[in-house]
């Protein structure tokens, strides 16, 4: 019988909005992967400890709270190393996030979703789930813009477009363990930081489930939510302030090959 992947997602959530996502698609969760590796903010935890709670009393949901005022790079750091160091070296952990997870198994995409999933072997791992041309039309276009720079830039340097700012990876335990004693970066280029490592057996696979999540997470009308965040100097900006150091990321590991 084929072991089942593992799912790994990072959960920062004050407000509470993911909670009853999480809840609905827990049997599904449950269906197609063998633990789910959580690790939560403490301002998260704080803020939603009885829904957090509710999940810590499930065995499925193996959970890291991280400290408070820890960045955001330290924490996705130590939820790494917490599910490496809780899996077999070649148990194959999807690392990605619980609002496009959410997105992926309750909207139209579940059956690709679920396919493409149960589709990857170890030969085939690591691989970065990319968001296909369909996806990325589904996105405002200031984050396309701003995030297929990097893919740009990967192209120029590497001849092939990562990437960099990822969404969803596939890989061995061992094989995230061998990275993990690698990175140092404690912001989100961390993400970026990950892959250089790897670069040269990457594999890459375009997927429509990436799309554009917020809509469904937000149960708002899609075309509005776009207009407002494509003119919107502040989800820019946003957008800008992670890029702009994953790019520094790539640029000086290209110089230092």
């Not at 499925?60 to 960045?71: A, D, E, G, V, W």
């Not at 296909?132 to 039309?137: K, L």
Request: net charge neutral; glycine share 2%.
């Amino acid at each position: 019988m084929e072991k089942l992947p593992a799912v790994v997602f990072p959960l920062h959530d004050p407000v509470g909005l993911m909670f009853p996502h999480l809840g609905d698609i827990t049997p599904f969760l449950k269906q197609h992967f063998s633990t789910a590796f959580m690790g939560v903010t403490a301002i998260t935890y704080g803020k939603c400890c009885h829904q957090v709670d509710r999940f810590l009393q499930d065995s499925f949901f193996q959970m890291l709270i991280t400290p408070r005022n820890t960045q955001i790079g330290t924490q996705l750091r130590m939820l790494y190393q917490h599910a490496v160091s809780f899996s077999q070296p070649d148990q194959i952990l999807h690392l990605c996030y619980p609002d496009r997870l959410a997105c992926a198994l309750q909207d139209k995409y579940q059956d690709q979703f679920l396919k493409d999933i149960m589709a990857i072997r170890p030969e085939s791992t690591p691989i970065i789930f990319r968001r296909s041309p369909r996806a990325w039309n589904t996105h405002p276009r200031n984050y396309y813009e701003i995030e297929s720079f990097l893919t740009t830039v990967s192209k120029r340097l590497f001849g092939r477009a990562i990437d960099f700012a990822w969404c969803h990876l596939a890989i061995q335990a061992f094989q995230l363990g061998q990275i993990l004693s690698r990175v140092q970066r404690t912001d989100l280029s961390v993400v970026a930081e990950m892959i250089t490592p790897i670069i040269n057996v990457l594999h890459l696979q375009d997927v429509d489930w990436l799309a554009w999540e917020d809509p469904f997470i937000h149960s708002c009308d899609a075309e509005t939510l776009k207009f407002a965040r494509e003119n919107s100097v502040e989800e820019t900006k946003k957008r800008l302030a992670y890029v702009i150091p994953m790019v520094q990321v790539i640029s000086e590991f290209a110089i230092s090959r």
